[in-house]
């Protein structure tokens, strides 16, 4: 169960659609920022649950196949028996808490999910925290008549603020001025071109080698040919056909050519090459994300 509960954790990162077989399925959409009680929350993603989405994607099955060693079948099974004793804890307890994703509580009606709201799910967001604006009453005033204990807290905590903001500005201007050089020979400022952005972007795959590029045309054609390509190569997932295009349009020139749209229950998937069998797919897989460490996150659809 706790490697069901750690591995949705870890996919809500990078995915906005998470199934559980037979269960439902998480559905993450991204919200801006918000204040509220004076307390300015960061950018993040509010999680919901739908209990229609109870098809196996191969998304789940591929973390677990990566993360323990084993077979995507092997996977398939401990994800199974994981969803049956979640159903039966929820059945006997009447609720259950699903790590830091929210609590399932069971009702006369089904089942409903409470967003418990701990983590933001978000990777632009990282590293971002809550910030608290004190609320000021413009009628209240300083006298001379305060107490002494009063005057004395309010001149201690604004020059507790002041230090914070400068010692704040002092690491700033530190990291501005100083042109810190690495192991590699490179510059703070060649460092932050490179790898500072924590914006989601479009992986850029043109530094394959040749090799893999032609595995990539040979398994599309080997696939179209016998007209049995059920196993799909998935880079990314979205809700809209348009930005699944859009993805494709910012992906290499050379490779562009290859990705394809796959729309199924309700989303659309781009896929970049397809299979004949799943033991195709999933070794090819191992070759395809060692050399393109920013697709990780693919997987292995069975269509």
Same mark, same amino acid.
């Given at each position: +169960?706790?490697?069901?509960?750690? #591995?949705?954790?870890?996919?809500?990162?990078?995915?906005?659609?998470?199934?559980?077989?037979?269960?439902?399925?998480?559905?993450?959409?991204? /919200?801006?920022?918000?204040?509220?009680?004076? %307390?300015?929350?960061? &950018?993040?993603?509010?999680?919901?649950?739908?209990?229609?989405?109870?098809?196996?994607?191969?998304?789940?099955?591929? =973390?677990?196949?990566?993360?323990?060693?084993?077979? %995507?079948?092997?996977? #398939?099974?401990?994800?199974?028996?994981?969803?049956?004793?979640?159903?039966?804890?929820?059945?006997?307890?009447?609720?259950?808490?699903?790590?830091?994703?929210?609590?399932?509580?069971?009702?006369?009606?089904?089942?409903?999910?409470?967003?418990?709201?701990?983590?933001?799910?978000?990777?632009?967001?990282?590293?971002?925290?809550?910030?608290?604006?004190?609320? $000021?009453? &413009? /009628?209240?005033?300083?006298?001379?008549?305060?107490?002494?204990?009063?005057?004395?807290?309010?001149?201690?905590?604004?020059?507790?603020?002041?230090?914070?903001?400068?010692? *704040?500005?002092?690491?700033?201007? =530190?990291?501005? +001025?100083?042109?810190?050089?690495?192991? /590699?020979?490179?510059? %703070?400022?060649?460092? *932050?071109?490179?790898?500072?952005? @924590?914006? &989601?972007? *479009?992986?850029?795959?043109?530094?394959q080698t040749s090799d893999v590029?032609?595995?990539?045309?040979?398994?599309?054609?080997?696939?179209?040919?016998?007209?049995?390509?059920?196993?799909?190569? $998935?880079l990314a997932c979205f809700q809209?056909? =348009?930005? =699944?295009?859009?993805?494709?349009n910012e992906i290499n020139e050379?490779?562009?050519?290859?990705?394809?749209? %796959?729309?199924?229950?309700?989303?659309? +998937?781009?896929?970049?090459?397809?299979? #004949?069998?799943?033991?195709?797919?999933? /070794?090819?897989?191992?070759?395809? *994300?060692?050399?393109?460490?920013? @697709?990780?996150?693919?997987?292995?659809? +069975?269509?």
């Open positions: +169960m706790q490697t069901l509960i750690h #591995n949705v954790e870890k996919l809500l990162r990078n995915h906005n659609f998470i199934t559980l077989p037979g269960f439902g399925g998480f559905v993450a959409t991204v /919200d801006g920022s918000y204040e509220q009680d004076g %307390i300015l929350y960061p &950018p993040h993603k509010s999680i919901g649950y739908n209990p229609s989405l109870n098809y196996n994607d191969g998304l789940l099955a591929q =973390a677990f196949a990566t993360e323990l060693n084993i077979s %995507i079948d092997d996977a #398939n099974l401990i994800i199974s028996k994981s969803i049956e004793e979640l159903t039966s804890t929820l059945t006997e307890r009447g609720h259950f808490r699903f790590g830091s994703v929210g609590i399932f509580h069971r009702t006369a009606t089904g089942v409903e999910f409470e967003p418990s709201h701990k983590e933001s799910y978000l990777s632009s967001s990282f590293g971002l925290v809550s910030i608290c604006f004190p609320i $000021i009453n &413009p /009628d209240v005033k300083a006298t001379d008549n305060e107490p002494q204990t009063i005057k004395t807290s309010r001149k201690a905590q604004f020059t507790r603020s002041a230090a914070w903001v400068a010692a *704040v500005a002092a690491v700033i201007l =530190a990291f501005l +001025m100083i042109p810190l050089n690495l192991n /590699d020979g490179k510059s %703070i400022y060649q460092l *932050v071109q490179q790898e500072a952005s @924590f914006a &989601p972007s *479009v992986p850029n795959i043109g530094s590029q032609q595995n990539i045309e040979q398994h599309t054609v080997e696939a179209k040919t016998t007209n049995t390509n059920n196993f799909h190569l $998935i809209t056909e =348009a930005k =699944a295009r859009q993805y494709i050379s490779y562009k050519s290859n990705c394809t749209i %796959i729309q199924a229950k309700g989303r659309c +998937m781009v896929s970049l090459c397809s299979f #004949n069998t799943e033991s195709e797919g999933t /070794d090819f897989l191992k070759i395809f *994300v060692k050399d393109n460490r920013k @697709f990780k996150d693919a997987w292995i659809l +069975m269509n």
